[in-house]
């Protein structure tokens, strides 16, 4: 039963994949989303098929270390290559996060450190589908990360982390130069306050935290390829657009202060600053959960939530991707989650309630998803995308011969067409055909059914960026003779 379900999946992947390029512009688009885990291929192309469908072109998985491993168990390592395998399979790029379980096995000691490094090398190294690496989760919150202050009230965690960070990226690199390791995962917000119920710390104060304790290190290497953070609303009801610049929060809107803020902690230094790539590792609005799917949900919605209705979910969405578009050393954004958490005191984010039929806001999700990944989401001061083709077959000689002139092509990001048929000595149009197309959609342009006379022929294509338009691209076929 297995084989022929894995073959009807790869044909279905097979129609849709040339659709699934990934972004001209670079920004990755995608969600967090452990239900994409598998203990079988055959359930993670299923998973992942459905998961790509709805605009998503990346996915970011947790692994879980705990104090004593050195690498995952067999059953973890084949869930993380039938995940990796499936991804590649839909154009999908994988993120995995490697943490403990929560500060009451946070990795200090020197061994502790080095069977987490071990660990998260052995994924790259037996999973080598699996290339994008996030060390730790929040570790600016007492959450996951203890101590967060010394008994002295002093700053504790950001060289904790550092230490972890820089044995871990040695080991992986060791394993896999080419994988990316993204630190920091940090949270948009914290108290600095040692002597707090909760204390822990602002992103502001972990940067800055970093940034010391590395320069104090004497280390000559980096130890991380790209910065993570969380970019969460101060609640839900709160827009994206809304920046930070009074407090040490950082949002999405928050770009030019987390830029400053890397520069200042790492400029100068062997570790990028101001130039590092900065991924929006999770950004999350919930939704309200309608009387018709209330029983599908536990426990009570905390009142601090404060969801939105499922449109201005997905208005604030398109804005977070509109913001980040534009945000030159972004290379990312993943929403959280797809799918809704059941308990009501967690996430009710997803474009997808909990028994997984869509949302409202889940088609203009898609569309924004769709959008971004086009370079069509919003227009960027300075930013001229060139359109290439992915895909190009001119019409051949034997069907002009039959009066027949199509060109099918795709475009590696949204676009405008014009398809020529033209005299190849004087440049005259005989046939033309223009309109626009979605990134990677297939266009088979009809230029019309006509007789013509004997003569050099040569199809042309033009193509441009509907909303950041660099100069033209002209492609020409070659000529042929009719008759």
């Known amino acids: 039963m297995r084989l022929p379900l894995l073959a009807a999946l790869g044909s279905l992947i097979a129609l849709i994949a040339p659709s699934l390029a990934a972004a001209g512009p670079g920004l990755v688009v995608g969600a967090v989303e452990d239900d994409v885990r598998a203990n079988s291929l055959v359930e993670a192309e299923a998973k992942m098929t459905t998961f790509r469908l709805s605009g998503f072109r990346a996915v970011r998985i947790t692994s879980f270390w705990r104090p004593g491993l050195t690498k995952p168990s067999d059953d973890e390592l084949m869930t993380l290559r039938n995940v990796g395998d499936a991804a590649a399979r839909n154009g999908v790029q994988v993120y995995v996060t490697v943490m403990s379980p929560g500060s009451a096995t946070t990795p200090l000691t020197e061994d502790a450190q080095a069977d987490f490094a071990s660990y998260a090398a052995a ?244 569309k924004a998803l769709d959008r971004t990944t086009g370079g069509s989401i919003t227009r960027c001061p300075g930013v001229e995308l060139p359109v290439r083709t992915s895909y190009l077959r001119f019409g051949t000689r034997s069907a002009a011969k039959r009066g027949v002139f199509r060109v099918s092509f795709r475009c590696d990001l949204d676009c405008r067409y014009w398809v020529r048929l033209e005299n190849a000595e004087t440049h005259a149009t005989k046939l033309a055909a223009k309109g626009s197309a979605e990134v990677g959609e297939l266009v088979q342009a009809d230029l019309g059914t006509r007789r013509l006379k004997a003569g050099t022929y040569r199809y042309t294509i033009r193509l441009i960026h509907p909303v950041n338009p660099a100069p033209a691209t002209l492609r020409r076929g070659p000529g042929f003779s009719l008759p």
């Open 123 to 366: 994924i790259v190294r037996e999973a080598p589908s699996i290339e994008h690496v996030i060390i730790g989760n929040e570790p600016n919150l007492n959450r996951f990360w203890l101590p967060q202050f010394a008994l002295d009230g002093t700053s504790a965690s950001p060289a904790a982390y550092l230490a972890l960070l820089s044995q871990t990226y040695d080991a992986i690199k060791r394993a896999s130069s080419t994988a990316t390791v993204y630190g920091a995962a940090v949270s948009p917000r914290g108290t600095d306050r040692p002597d707090g119920a909760r204390p822990t710390h602002s992103p502001t104060t972990f940067i800055q935290g970093l940034g010391i304790a590395y320069r104090a290190s004497g280390r000559t290497r980096r130890v991380m390829d790209a910065f993570a953070i969380h970019v969460y609303g101060d609640n839900s009801s709160v827009a994206p657009t809304v920046a930070h610049p009074l407090n040490t929060s950082i949002g999405v809107a928050d770009y030019d202060k987390l830029v400053r803020l890397l520069g200042e902690a790492f400029d100068g230094t062997a570790q990028p600053g101001s130039t590092l790539p900065i991924l929006y590792g999770e950004y999350g609005v919930e939704s309200e959960i309608p009387a018709s799917k209330a029983s599908l949900y536990t426990g009570t919605e905390p009142t601090t939530t404060k969801p939105v209705s499922e449109a201005t979910q997905a208005a604030y969405y398109r804005q977070a991707l509109a913001l980040a578009f534009c945000q030159p050393t972004v290379e990312g954004v993943l929403l959280f989650l797809s799918r809704d958490e059941r308990a009501r005191a967690s996430w009710q984010s997803g474009i997808y309630y909990v028994d997984g039929t869509p949302k409202s806001s889940r088609p203009l999700v898609t």
